[in-house]
């Protein structure tokens, strides 16, 4: 009788722990997830422990990777800051929505360009947004601000879905730090110099020549060239001359309340404001974008944080951006929130190879991978670390190594949050729910294709019934110096022109066997060389057929400063302020 009753007992413990368990599980999955995103900028796939690095210490970032699902093959759509986060927020390549550049410039000049994502892209703060979210995004923007006034907001957060913005509208540069050298358009800058100084020593040599009466020359005709020269000077360095004042500043929703920004506190107010709106929002359910200034140049980084670790200033920003991770995880813990947050890290693209100070190296380290930032096809340019968390629902420890996309995240999220997706549109992203949670073994995406600004440099096809990975190159920049893996006499690589070269027929290697791309394959040495390439090939076809055209939101009109469109906290164009006082404590 006792054992029949403990068997009894046995069994209706274990069929009650099981019930409960499914009815939790079941309970965390039909239940809106609070929707944490981490986005690092310029950082390398390289740089984090969790990523293989054992000699900067990133023990918040790590912990998410223990705690969740890893993956091995994230790629960026694009290897440089504004088409990507353009990417990310939309699932689309950014040469759907015109955010994909034909000319040199690839990415947002000024705060007063008239180009950035356009208010007829649907973001997934949107969609979340009409799922009854709260959202809200702290730190880096650079999709643009306004379009024909200084005040329409047209390219803002607020037009695209967030219900509060803190940050940078732009993007950090060396400009927004004294004593550093100047680094937004710095070969434009040199050639308007010297142009300038010819026009001087022009009017100069008209001038002695007709005090001495070399040249015969009215007076009126060397006060026209004065004036040219000097309106010449005006028209550029009004803009070129103030970048800090124009670009470094910072936002509270619409309203400036740093201009310039002071970089000594900047880490601290974005701690501040994302604890604060995790707090404020803890009943939920809550959007928070968390898109850091970590680890773009200048590497501007708190005192305690400087010569900590091994790798001298990026490693001391880096570890700096990790324990920011961490205290924004411990807000969610002390909210009681970790359990009901989906939480992802990543990277825009791949680290800075060119970044250097002599022979300190100021950007990231992209691994076993070959490139880095601004480069379209190579690994090192576009593979990022991919890390996601969501304790009860997601296994902990996992790695996966099929191939995603930053675009993913669009539907993933749209996805737990109920959403549905845009029918009017294609959208480029996969729902990563079935992959993360084990239920599906192989990637949705079959052919991934790797831009460098409006321009395709190369295709990767995932081959699923045999595993391969096949990557073609159509186009490689050419290194400076030759063999160096970079372009370090340009500062970036170019995507056109004499510093690319075209490949017929293309590169080809199979990452599953060479994921740094060291030794492409031949027709001698691959046997399906010629069928991969045809199959490649239909596939570029095919994907061009469904782009259309649109206004380029990058071109060179759109590009320039236009003092109209410049935020200004005071009366253009005396734009200065600081309404953040000393209220860094978090």
């Known amino acids: 009788v006792i054992l029949l009753c403990f068997r009894r007992y046995l069994l209706t413990a274990l069929t009650s722990c099981l019930f409960w368990n499914t009815f939790g599980l079941s309970a965390a999955m039909d239940s ?9 900028d310029d950082l390398g796939i390289g740089d984090i422990g969790c990523y293989g690095n054992n000699t900067i ?3 918040n970032i790590d912990r998410l990777a223990r705690e969740g699902v890893k993956l091995t093959q994230h790629i960026a759509a694009a290897p440089l800051c504004t088409p990507s ?3 990310f927020l939309t699932g689309r390549y950014p040469i759907r929505s015109g955010m994909a550049s034909s000319n040199r410039y690839r990415a947002l000049q000024w705060n007063a360009g008239s180009g950035g994502l356009p208010a007829n892209e649907t973001t997934f703060a949107r969609l979340l947004q009409q799922q009854g979210y709260t959202t809200g995004l702290i730190g880096k923007w650079h999709q643009g601000v306004n379009c024909e006034s200084f005040n329409d907001h047209c390219h803002h957060p607020l037009n695209h879905g967030f219900d ?7 993007t950090l540069l060396n400009n927004c730090q004294e004593n550093k050298p100047p680094e937004l358009d710095v070969a434009l800058q040199a050639k308007l110099w010297v142009y300038n100084q010819i026009i001087t020593l022009a009017v100069l040599t008209l001038t002695a020549g007709k005090l001495t009466g070399l040249i015969s020359i009215r ?3 060397i006060a026209c060239f004065t004036l040219v020269g000097g309106l010449f000077f005006i028209s550029w360095y009004s803009s070129y001359g103030f970048v800090q004042y124009w670009n470094c500043i910072l936002m509270r929703n619409h309203d400036v309340t740093e201009q310039p920004m002071r970089l000594e506190r900047t880490a601290s107010l974005m701690l501040k404001e994302a604890v604060s709106f995790i707090k404020r929002n803890r009943h939920g359910p809550f959007l928070l974008f968390v898109s850091f200034l970590h680890v773009h140049t200048p590497l501007f980084t708190a005192a305690k944080f400087l010569g900590k670790s091994r790798h001298g200033l990026y490693g001391d920003n880096v570890e700096e951006m990790d324990w920011m991770v961490g205290k924004i995880l411990d807000s969610l813990d002390k909210e009681g929130l970790k359990n009901h947050t989906f939480t992802y890290f990543a990277s825009d693209h791949g680290g800075h190879l060119e970044a250097q100070d002599g022979s300190a190296q100021l950007g990231g380290w992209n691994g076993i991978y070959k490139g880095g930032k601004g480069m379209g096809g190579w690994e090192g340019g576009i593979r990022v670390p991919g890390v996601f968390r969501w304790p009860g629902v997601l296994p902990s420890g996992t790695v996966i190594d099929e191939p995603t996309s930053l675009m993913d995240i669009y539907p993933t999220v749209v996805h737990l949050a109920g959403g549905i997706l845009p029918q009017d549109r294609v959208i480029d992203g996969r729902n990563l729910v079935p992959l993360l949670r084990g239920r599906a073994q192989k990637s949705e995406h079959k052919f991934l294709f790797h831009y460098c600004g409006s321009y395709l440099h190369a295709v990767r096809w995932y081959q699923k019934d045999s595993g391969a990975i096949w990557k073609a190159h159509y186009v490689t920049p050419v290194f400076h110096p030759p063999g160096a893996g970079a372009c370090y006499g340009k500062g970036i690589c170019p995507c056109f022109g004499e510093g690319v070269t075209h490949h017929d027929p293309p590169l080809l290697f ?5 994921p740094s791309e060291a ?23 095919e994907h061009r057929r469904t782009l259309t055209p649109v206004p380029e939101q990058l071109s060179l009109y759109n590009a320039v400063w236009k003092p109209w469109l410049q935020p200004c906290c005071g009366t253009f164009p005396f734009c200065w302020c600081d309404k953040e006082g000393d209220s860094t404590q978090v």
């Open 57 to 59: 210490r990133t023990p």
């Open 85 to 87: 986060r353009a990417a």
């Open 219 to 221: 007076w009126k005709i």
């Open 164 to 170: 509060y913005f803190y940050g940078m509208p732009f």
């Open 519 to 541: 030794k492409p394959l031949t027709a001698d040495t691959e046997p399906l060389f010629h069928t991969v390439i045809r199959k490649i090939g239909r596939a570029v076809e």
């Open 32 to 40: 809106k997830p609070n929707i944490l995103l981490f986005l690092a």
């Open 510 to 514: 199979d990452l599953s066997r060479d």
